[in-house]
């Protein structure tokens, strides 16, 4: 849009730095940029703040940390570097890998020092993904609203001192492009009136396009296009819809990496069973595995207890319909650790014998025959898995898939079936930024005025074609910060705005 056609419009005003979205990166760009003396404004569509922290592990990884000194633990930005390299097949960004790295271990002491209220157990070897070297993932107590809560804290101070403006229930649709420059955006606020903010330096961290199906499946390869949503509703993806229309360049790497273990919701077709309620544990370091995996054709496809998350995550991704099936019995649901877990921790096994009864997400049958029936699944391939199973726990060896746990045989009715899909929760593609986070066009020339943070970047340039723990909320927090903070040193350092 051009200045000659926002007349209508409602303006709100000229800032040092406009941050589009109140999420994990958009409040620490804010905050940093108030703090060096910006004025700021942060515009979200929600009704809060937060973004993704509200639903997120929010586990966050940094080196050379205070706590991981305090415990005995030998780290260094180096070794983080390596290790997400390693992580990421050598696919993450080396230079914005290393900048962000070099700089998280600052930013677990800055929320130290906030007041974070630490899991005991941090840091630790989180063992959902690839695990890193050494123990440099932390979590908070109440996960990524933890993480929230102190940046939260600290916004509130920032708008008390009247160096950032919050607008929430309002929408960015479109950016002013003036002189070749972007210096403003234009959108519609909780009222309904369009309304145009202008700023010498606009931040998209609007987050990522995971919860528009459409969008999110031109980003994935063939065959991944039932992958079930498990993020946020707000993740639409409008940042990079903004930024492609002015001419940004955008990743396609292809890559698809699916989050297991999330239960399709019965009651929205596409999308997961939201995971602060309930998912499946998949990871054997949490939960010994009682049950068996199979796909359509009723057959196991993967070590059930295999450690490795990359391995049983592609596995998945090679099975039909990108769909598995977990099997097991009424002996299982009477001796097993409840299959189904959240982060509150209130799965309990009579809660988990609840469940079975209530058929919400679980099938139960008397007879295997009608339970493959019942899931759409192959009978005779399940009725001969569970048989060759069977005698794998009885030999106490499994040729097959090489399953070294197997406690208990399949064989007492009711059978138990739980149908899951693999999920996407995270945007793996994203606008191509050059090391200052300016957003670039399609010749790779930085688009005057524009930046960019968070997942609107795609977790590619960070992670590769793999999931590295920590890799997302610190990525958006680090150089979130650093980016406020640079903006705000650019507007002192001109006095005249950022250049
Ligand atoms: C279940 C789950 C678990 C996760 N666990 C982890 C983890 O443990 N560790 C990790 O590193 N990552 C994790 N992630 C990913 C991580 O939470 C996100 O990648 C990260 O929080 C994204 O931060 P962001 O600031 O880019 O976007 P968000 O936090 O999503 O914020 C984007 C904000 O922009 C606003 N917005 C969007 N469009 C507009 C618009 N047009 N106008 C105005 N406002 C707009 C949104 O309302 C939102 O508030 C997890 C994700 C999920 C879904």
Redo the contacts with the bound molecule.
Sequence with gaps: MTAANLGHAADLGHFDVVV?????????VAIEAADGGASVLV????S??????H???????GAGTRRQAARGIEDSPERHFDDVMRLSHGRADRDLVWQTVRAQGDTVDWLESLGFDFDPATPGL?H?HEVYSVPRTY?GVE??RSVLRVLRRRLDDVVASGAVRLLLG????GAVVEDGRVSGVT?TDADGREVVARGDAIVL????Y?ANPGLRNEFLPPGCENAII???D??????LV?ATEIGADVSRDGFFIP?MGLIPDPDRQGFAVD??EAFVEVAPAYRTPYEIWVNRDGRRFVAEDGTSPEHRERALLRQPGITMYVVWDRAIAETAEPLIRNGAGDWTRERMLAECERGRWIVAADTLEELAERLGVDAAGLTETVERYNAAVDAGHDPEHGRTTLPMPIGEPPYYALTSVAAS???RDGLRVNGDLAVLDRRGAAIPGLYA?????G?NVFAGDNYV????????MTL?RRLGARLAAERRTTGQGIA
């Design positions: 589009v979205g109140a999420g994990t990166g958009g409040l620490c515009v979200d569509k929600l809060d703040v937060g973004g993704m922290l639903i997120a592990n929010g586990e966050f990884s989180v959902g979590w996960f990524g309002t929408r960015i649709s959108g961290a609007t987050g990522g995971d498990a993020c946020l707000h993740a639409t993806g409008d940042g903004l989050v995971y602060r929760l995270l945007s943070v968070g997942e609107v970047l977790n723990g920590g890799m997302s909320v610190t990525p958006a979130g």
